[in-house]
């Protein structure tokens, strides 16, 4: 019985948490239109069942592991790597930091610490980490979705690394460049299992510097990867 009081204790100040705070979804809505990485196969549904026909509505999805908003696990770059459904989901909510470009930062091909907005010392106080350059707005051009969004040099990711992130979320749709072939601070960052989220959406309505965030990937037995729900709450 005290364990009952205990876990209902628990739940209704959960409750109150979700009813008093501010819910944003970080997440690109899937659909055909949805932008894909370059090479790789869109998104595409179709009708299994309809309901004047068959009473339901059932559909078929085709999808890559990698669309829209999604996490990369350490079996995207290596073999016999821990895949996306043995991640503990501890791994992918937390308290997370956003850090933006500065306007030069922006600008450039490869951004450093120095191209980081100023509340860089708060890294501390969090396990996730997310860094906007600016790819989140649905206005965002082709080009630069794809070829003109800056990435993070070796400085940025060591930084990282010292400060034991779990993760580090983006709304570029890679930490690499697309015409990368070697992906190397892919492989940086998942060879010491720091998770990867990219295509993040909608940063821009977030209005302070730490919040508790959240991503939920489809749990795909022995993927390299998966579309997630990412959202954010602010109490």
């Not at 705070?21 to 998104?43: A, H, M, N, V």
């Not at 860094?131 to 070829?147: D, Q, Y």
């Not at 983006?170 to 601070?185: L, R």
Request: charged residues 30%; proline residues 4%; glycine residues 6%.
């Amino acid at each position: 019985m005290e364990e009952k009081v205990k876990c209902l204790k628990r739940s209704t100040k959960l409750s109150q948490i979700l009813e008093l705070g501010s819910i944003i979804d970080l997440s690109y809505p899937l659909g055909e239109r949805t932008p894909i990485y370059p090479g790789s196969i869109g998104f595409s549904i179709s009708d299994r069942s309809n309901i004047e026909r068959d009473g339901k509505k059932t559909s078929k999805i085709i999808l890559n592991t990698h669309i829209g908003t999604h996490i990369d696990a350490p079996a995207h770059l290596f073999l016999k790597a821990q895949t996306i459904d043995r991640i503990p989901l501890k791994k992918m909510m937390g308290k997370a930091l956003i850090l933006k470009l500065k306007k030069e930062g922006f600008q450039k091909d490869v951004y450093g610490l120095k191209d980081l907005d100023e509340e860089t010392e708060y890294i501390n106080q969090v396990d996730i980490l997310i860094i906007k350059v600016g790819n989140s707005k649905t206005a965002m051009s082709r080009e630069r979705l794809f070829s003109k969004y800056p990435v993070p040099d070796s400085s940025v990711l060591k930084w990282i690394i010292n400060h034991k992130i779990k993760c580090l979320g983006t709304d570029a749709i890679s930490i690499d460049k697309t015409n990368s072939k070697t992906m190397e601070n892919h492989k940086l960052l998942l060879g010491k299992k720091i998770l990867l989220i990219e295509g993040l959406f909608n940063l821009e309505k977030i209005d302070c510097d730490i919040f508790y965030f959240m991503a939920i990937p489809i749990n795909i037995k022995n993927g390299d990867g998966a579309p997630c729900r990412a959202f954010s709450i602010m109490i």
